[in-house]
């Protein structure tokens, strides 16, 4: 793939879940990674942490828990729904679809939700994936974007599988 640190691990890595971790539009940061990981292969899947209201989404959405399944025909009360224009997109690519969405319900929860989901696709890894660069900061920069969602996420995508690291990387 690309000789980096990141690559060398995921070549062992079959299932893959890519996923933004700040929310809003962050998965759409993950686009060029999952579609490389794809054509060499891989099982992938994509999932955001959303500041859509999926609670007003039907229920028949909702695979588990704070797990909403997001599909081309998924249908939104909501002006801004990023989950929903990218699981269109690559349907109409011959692309898989399916796009994982999660409340912004604190930590507890979606950490459940990453579990049942990691185990319902088999996952071997998780990355996350940030379109801006408040990621990496500490807190106390002006102008600060959304670094406490970037961190819940990396609290709650740290996974551990029958005794194996899934990591988030």
């Not at 942490?49 to 009360?77: G, K, M, Y």
């Not at 979606?110 to 801006?132: F, I, M, Q, S, T």
């Amino acid at each position: 793939m690309f000789g980096s640190p990141l690559s060398a691990r995921l070549e062992r890595c079959s299932r893959i879940l890519v996923a933004g971790a700040g929310g809003g539009s962050d998965v759409y940061a993950g686009l060029p990674l999952a579609l490389t990981l794809r054509e060499a292969g891989k099982e992938v899947h994509l999932a955001n942490l959303s500041f859509s209201h999926l609670d007003a989404l039907d229920l028949d959405v909702w695979l588990f828990e704070d797990v909403a399944e997001i599909r081309p025909d998924t249908e939104a009360r909501d002006w801004y729904f990023p989950e929903g224009c990218l699981a269109r997109w690559p349907a109409t690519h011959g692309q898989p679809s399916t796009v994982y969405a999660f409340p912004k319900v604190g930590v507890r929860p979606p950490r459940a939700a990453y579990a049942k989901l990691a185990e319902h696709l088999d996952l071997d890894a998780v990355v996350l994936v940030d379109g801006g660069t408040d990621i990496l900061m500490r807190g106390d920069e002006a102008g600060l974007g959304t670094p406490a969602d970037d961190m819940t996420s990396l609290a709650v995508a740290a996974l551990e599988r029958d005794g194996a690291y899934l990591g988030a990387f």
